[in-house]
């Protein structure tokens, strides 16, 4: 599989990485700290650095302007002031293919190459399946060989299959991993069939807060036109409800896949739209549906939960713990009527569907929030750091 290859084909726009080239001491040490060392030690609080003594977490993948998904995490991350890391961003790909994919990819090689301290710098490679997995892996093998601190965070929505069927491939990128951030206990357990488990650690998304707007009887799916995201069933579902309720409208927002816009009573698809557009369609809307056949945790659920909208979704990956306790509606995927029920419901209740939205609201501020989440992933970082600084002293320990 070529490191080129690219797993996503949207367009985004990038940030370089700031370079300090390398002192002499600073390569020494990134060849001495090379070897494999113990397993990781417990994460435990810190306490915010003074600037002179900050550190730095190098994210390796994309960010820029794509609606939901692996670059939005990433978006957050490099918005966010965390306590002790500046952020800086390799950008490894970009959603083009050919020769420029090639050009990106190795201008990627050549900056990690050139990263410094590494006893004060953690490198993040955010990792999906197929050619991302190869090539952002090949990535965090070089920073870990070269000596620094490494973490896979583990995204998409089928790595446990994809584990399954290229264990190699997957297990070597692991075991160059001080830590691995996964979003289910399904990827968590699959990732530490290959590395030990106190590695891997589970941490879900988080997102940007949410203002709300006024609230109208509109129905909004967010994300790909595809199979995959259930496309086909949940226009099945609208076509039975929309001469039932006349008031509502469905928006289907998301590059066209392999599923055909088709004409729809009152819903329309509006296409691709900015990821601020769709958040803007959140913040009005009363209702996000998302019936996916295959997902890890999907970020349009989080941005709908701090957005206060109802949710209904299907028992896929990471929805149904994101959506326990009765903070959304869960239905199995690929079932038009269940589907139809659900948004039945939730369209003519509007005590219960307020009730609901209430309930996803307070679940995002306690367990998906910026404040909620980066503080755990920061730990994470520096739980690397110190792994990395038990290899070298392990190294040079006598005896």
Request: aromatic residues 6%; glycine residues 8%.
């Amino acid at each position: 599989m070529s490191l080129a290859e690219a797993g996503d084909t949207d367009p985004i726009e990038t940030e370089p990485i700031t370079i300090v080239s390398p002192s002499a001491a600073a390569v020494a040490a990134s060849r001495a700290a090379s070897t494999p060392g113990p397993a990781l030690v417990p994460i435990i609080p810190f306490v915010a650095a003074s600037p002179a003594e900050r550190l730095t977490a190098v994210h390796i993948g994309r960010s820029g302007e794509v609606a939901g998904g692996m670059s939005q995490v990433v978006n957050g991350y490099l918005a966010h002031s965390f306590a002790d890391f500046d952020l800086r961003m390799v950008s490894s790909r970009d959603g083009s293919g050919g020769a420029r994919a090639a050009v990106l990819a190795v201008s990627a090689f050549w900056k990690v190459l050139r990263l410094a301290r590494p006893e004060r710098t953690v490198v993040i490679a955010h990792l999906s399946q197929g050619g991302s997995f190869a090539r952002e892996g090949a990535l965090l093998a070089l920073a870990h060989a070269r000596g620094f601190s490494t973490v896979a965070q583990l995204h998409g929505s089928s790595f446990t299959d994809f584990a399954e069927k290229r264990p190699g491939l997957v297990g070597g990128v692991l075991r160059a991993a001080d830590v691995v951030l996964t979003l289910s206990a399904e990827s968590r357990d699959a990732a530490a069939e290959f590395v030990p488990g106190e590695r891997v650690v589970l941490v879900p998304n988080a997102v940007a807060d949410g203002v709300r707007r006024g609230i109208e009887p509109l129905v909004v799916f967010g994300g790909a036109v595809s199979t995959r995201k259930g496309v086909d069933v949940l226009v099945a579902a609208w076509q039975r409800l929309a001469a039932e309720l006349p008031l509502w409208k469905l928006v289907i927002a998301g590059p066209i896949g392999d599923q055909a816009a088709v004409p729809l009573v009152r819903g329309e698809f509006v296409g691709a739209l900015s990821h601020e557009a769709l958040m803007k369609l959140l913040e009005r809307s009363a209702i996000a549906v998302l019936p996916s056949r295959d997902e890890a945790m999907p970020m349009f659920i989080l941005e709908a939960m701090a957005r206060r909208n109802c949710v209904v979704a299907t028992r896929v990956g990471g929805v149904p713990a994101v959506l326990a306790n009765g903070v959304g509606v869960i239905v199995e995927p690929g079932d038009v009527d269940s589907l139809e029920e659900a948004l039945r419901h939730a369209m003519t209740d509007a005590a219960w569907r307020a009730k609901k939205a209430d309930l996803a609201r307070s679940a995002f501020e306690a367990a998906y929030s910026a404040a909620a989440v980066f503080p755990l992933v920061e730990r994470s970082w520096k739980a690397a750091l110190d792994r990395r600084s038990d290899r070298v002293a392990r190294r040079y320990r006598p005896g």
